[in-house]
């Protein structure tokens, strides 16, 4: 039997959005790659899940590979441009869609839960000026710990107590 990790499972679609996303950015070595996954995601990916997901790709024309001292560096095809900018299509209408089922719960429930991340998605959506990208990756760190601790038996409101505290000292900056 086999056993699936959490990269085998992202794997399957994820991570190759996240791999066309970066290399959106302009051409990377499979090893950056696999430095930004890990930024971005907070696991790092098996060499075993990056490689053959890059030949597959190299394959289908969404990426070419140009070898250089012994590296092979990807870069997007014009194929390859075309799906991602069908992702960002795709992620904007289930952004869409979420923050609609977010409003109609915090409406239906009046839960404080759902009515604070209705307010998140709202600033978010005001005007985030940072790049997505590297919002993730200045917040992966944190995301992860409060995961963690949620994972746990830690009181959810000395979390909250913990993350409010960071946000007053991040608006004195």
Known sequence: MHRYSDTDIMATGILKMIMLHIMKDGEASGYDIIKKVEAISGKKPSTGSIYPLLKKMEREGWISGRAEDGKTYYSLTEI??????????????????????????????????????????????????????????????????????????????????????????????
């Open 80 to 173: 390859g441009k075309e799906h991602v900018a069908q992702i960002n299509e795709v992620k904007h209408d289930f952004i869409k869609k979420l923050h609609q089922s977010i409003a109609l719960a915090s409406e239906t429930f009046e839960d404080a839960d759902v009515q604070d991340l209705m307010k998140d998605m709202h600033d978010l959506h005001r005007g985030m000026r940072v790049p997505v990208k590297e919002q993730i990756e200045l917040l992966a760190p944190l995301i992860h710990q409060v995961a963690d601790h949620l994972e746990t038996d830690t009181d959810r409101e000395r979390v909250r107590s913990v993350i409010l505290r960071a946000i007053d000292e991040l608006k004195k900056i």
